[in-house]
């Protein structure tokens, strides 16, 4: 528009000047018309038009498109490394903005080959349901050309590896007591169940460097039984037996990192000097920390009659949730303890899953009351704490 302008006015300007000149001619032009006045140089432009401001906005309405930031992959099912995918699930790729959907059902690749169907719940949820499910021992996924609808490209390279029939759902649970200095006498027992506060810093920022995500263990159960997208790299901290470091240094540390984790409390130690109270624990579970039961007061249940349990797994749980307002489903077994009959009373007082010491780096994906978990311990460095991960 404003080239035409100028165009035009260059056109305008050339015609008066061409104009003058013929008026200019005519005088002289009586006896000398053989012989026409020198032309001029031609107008230069600049001098005629950057001085003028225009004093009325332009319409000059050609929006230039304004292109968002890279498209990402927010969450998945399955995640990277998952070797028990149920055959069932469909792949479901959850991006932080819509896609052009012909880019992703073009541009994606399964090996081996698999036919299937899409269909897009949501503008940024992309879902393929594969014909008679996933039956191989190995898949990988790949993308190729994937974009958002203002075309801009995918972020960073989707590159899924997932399959049935191997150890596990790949999402680790740390897990922690207290977290303090120790003093050279300090025996090997407290060695094992303490992590210094500076170890415990540089873990949790590792964690959040390398893209960790924490998760709740409701999460982990919607993934692990109903299919449900979990961000990349997913990861639960597990900090048992509500000592006042958790209130007093690992929940500072965890704020710092954008981290959040699953405390296991005893209601009957609520109070003591070593621990924290029913106060700190609400400001806890505002701050977003999940407070999961570790029994009434600290009992290892496995042999433990019907009532014992009732009183150790129903009454904690009681008490928790009159405290908290709100349902409290996470259980930990005390010193790793239990057997069937345990497990029986925490379906039957509406627990949803359930902690041991098994050290794997993965999880189970249909025996939610038998979870894994990760010792850190006070000598643990950072290289091994990177090692423990899957
Ligand atoms: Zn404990």
Redesign the pocket.
């Known amino acids: 528009m404003r080239r035409s302008l100028v165009i035009i006015a260059i056109a305008l300007l050339l015609v008066t000047v061409s104009a003058c000149r013929m008026w200019a001619a005519v005088p002289g032009g009586f006896g000398g018309a053989e012989d026409p006045s020198p032309t001029p140089p031609p107008p230069t432009l600049a001098p005629t038009f950057t001085p003028q401001p225009t004093p009325t906005p332009e319409p000059t309405a050609a929006p230039t498109p304004t292109l968002g930031p890279p498209p990402n992959l927010v969450a998945s099912y399955p995640i990277e490394g998952d070797t028990v995918v149920r055959a069932e699930f469909p792949l479901t790729l959850e991006f932080d903005r819509p896609l052009d959907r012909g880019s992703v059902e073009e541009g994606l690749r399964i090996t081996p080959e698999t036919a299937g169907a899409w269909e897009w719940p949501v503008d940024n949820v992309a879902v393929f349901r594969p014909e008679g499910g996933w039956t191989q021992q190995a898949y990988e996924v790949t993308v190729d050309g994937v974009r958002a609808v203002d075309g801009v490209p995918l972020g960073e390279g989707l590159a899924l590896r997932f399959g049935t029939g191997g150890k596990g759902i790949p999402v680790p649970a740390l897990m922690y007591h207290d977290v303090k200095e120790l003093g050279p006498e300090a025996n090997d027992v407290q060695r094992t169940w303490t992590v210094s506060p500076e170890g415990f810093a540089e873990q949790m920022a590792y964690l959040a460097r390398e893209g960790w995500h924490t998760i709740y263990p409701a999460q982990f159960l919607a993934y692990a039984q109903e299919g449900q997208p979990l961000p990349p790299k997913p990861v639960m901290i597990t900090i048992?037996?509500g000592y006042r470091s958790t209130y007093e240094t690992v929940h500072p540390i965890l704020m710092e990192a954008g981290l959040r984790a699953v405390l296991f409390v005893i209601p009957s130690h609520m109070g003591y000097s070593a621990y924290f109270d029913w106060e700190m624990t609400q400001e806890l579970a505002e701050a977003g920390h999940e407070i999961g039961i570790?029994t009434l007061d600290?009992l290892a249940l496995r042999g433990e009659s019907a009532g014992v349990l009732d009183v150790q797994v129903g009454e904690a749980k009681r008490q928790i949730e009159e405290a908290l307002g709100r349902p409290a489903e996470a259980f930990c077994y005390?010193f790793g303890s239990y057997d069937e009959a345990t497990i029986t009373a925490l379906r039957e007082h509406g627990y949803t899953t359930a902690f041991t010491l098994n050290g794997l780096p993965y999880q189970p994906a249909d025996d939610p009351f038998r979870l894994n978990r990760l010792l850190v311990r006070y000598e643990t460095t950072l290289e091994e704490f990177a090692e423990l991960l899957p």
């Open positions: 048992d037996d570790h600290h005390p």
